[in-house]
């Protein structure tokens, strides 16, 4: 059972190079949501999504490009990479057809922006 | 809006002893409030949930919260800390009503169990 599959777990960049952090989920959920995890700060919401075609922002989208074509893929675009988007980046996803709100995540992705 | 404080940032305790991790928050509306665990290179587990039914939540791995409205806190408990209990704890809240899956996390609390 595979669950919320990210890649890669770990990158490098330099600055203004841009990249995509795949997310991809195998249970159906319709809910997928993308947070940033630094010291101090708990997780903060990037972008999130509620079904294929539909995405909205979190509380940092700022640097951060989202698109939802299919319900298992959630993507996560950098198109030119700060330093200060050095983080490590958790994907998630849960059902709405659930009252338990429980957000299944994936192991993470530590990128460095040099 | 809505927002967690967790009142400690690290807890260090003894295994065997009680554990105790504090959590505190705002809503404008009937709030749903989770403890998720983060161990260390590991993605995030949801360890309880309170959604307004029973104010006393049993948890995994022996883990319970109290949901106390008129004191707006949310703790964590374990009466008998295990090594493998070692980890990050997030205090998490809705960040809005409903099922939307959108939520606001504290700062986190890192828990030490010595031997």
């Known amino acids: 059972n595979a669950g919320v599959t990210q890649t890669p777990k770990f990158q490098v960049l330099k600055t203004g190079q841009s990249m995509t952090l795949q997310c991809a989920q195998d249970m159906n959920h319709e809910y997928m949501s993308w947070y940033r995890q630094d010291p101090g700060m708990g997780l903060r919401l990037i972008h999130y999504?509620?079904?294929?075609?539909?995405?909205d922002q979190g509380e940092v989208p700022n640097g951060y490009n989202v698109s939802r074509s299919t319900t298992e893929d959630f993507p996560l675009r950098l198109l030119s990479a700060a330093p200060s988007q050095t983080s490590v980046y958790f994907c998630a996803s849960s059902s709405f057809l659930t009252t338990n709100e429980k957000l299944f995540f994936g192991s993470g992705t530590q990128l460095s922006v040099l | 809006a809505q927002s967690v404080t967790q009142l400690d940032s690290h807890v260090s305790v003894s295994e065997g002893t009680p554990v105790l991790l504090r959590c505190n928050y705002s809503?404008?509306?009937?709030?749903?409030l989770f403890w998720y665990v983060q161990h260390p290179n590991k993605g995030l587990q949801l360890l309880l949930k309170y959604t307004s039914a029973a104010t006393l939540v049993k948890g995994i791995n022996g883990f319970e919260a109290e949901f106390k409205k008129s004191e707006t806190s949310f703790h964590l408990t374990k009466p008998s800390a295990h090594m493998s209990d070692a980890a990050e704890y997030f205090c998490?809240?809705?960040?809005?009503?409903?099922?939307?899956?959108?939520?606001?996390f504290g700062q986190g609390t890192t828990l030490q169990v010595k031997p």
């Open positions: 999504s509620v079904g294929a075609g539909i995405t």
């Open positions: 998490v809240v809705s960040a809005t009503p409903g099922n939307t899956g959108k939520l606001i």
């Open positions: 809503s404008s509306y009937s709030p749903s």
